[in-house]
């Protein structure tokens, strides 16, 4: 009987701790968050392989789109629907770096960080920012 009870408690610990690790992220989409408009609630996310990333549509018109060149190699186009709640699981470590289609240049970017992996770190550099999120981009990067 001890032993059975023994394992039940392990049992419970396990499923305990294994929920507690799970680093999961919410990010909302927003026209407004301060002074700031046309923003993702959360600038930089940092997170472990196998965790998700939720991008809740708080406000319409907003989408998210992975930057061509701004994700490590191997990972393929992720461009979600305007006004719709989106969602990706993150299985290679890496930066990901990605913004809304119509407010790009209002400097609505943002950046994952997968594994504390910044292998990439150099590409992330090199994309082509444009209007508003090119003066972004840089301090973002920096705090990486």
């Known amino acids: 009987m001890k032993i059975l009870k ?20 919410t990010i909302e989409m927003l026209n407004k968050l301060g002074k700031e408009s046309m923003v993702y609630s959360k600038k930089i996310v940092r997170i472990d392989v196998g965790d998700t990333v939720f991008w809740k549509s708080t406000n319409p018109g907003h989408n ?57 770190l150099e590409d992330i550099k090199k994309i082509k920012y444009y209007s508003r999120s090119k003066k972004i981009a840089p301090e973002l990067i920096n705090s990486l």
């Open 6 to 25: 023994n394992l039940t408690v392990l049992i419970t610990l396990l499923f305990f701790a294994s929920n507690s690790f799970a680093a999961d992220e």
């Open 64 to 120: 998210v789109e992975f930057i061509k060149g701004g994700v490590p190699l191997g990972v393929e186009k992720f461009k979600t629907k305007f006004s719709k709640d989106a969602e990706y699981t993150f299985t290679v470590p890496g930066i990901y770096a990605y913004w809304c289609t119509p407010h790009k240049s209002m400097g609505m970017i943002g950046f994952v960080v997968v594994g504390n992996d910044k292998s990439n």
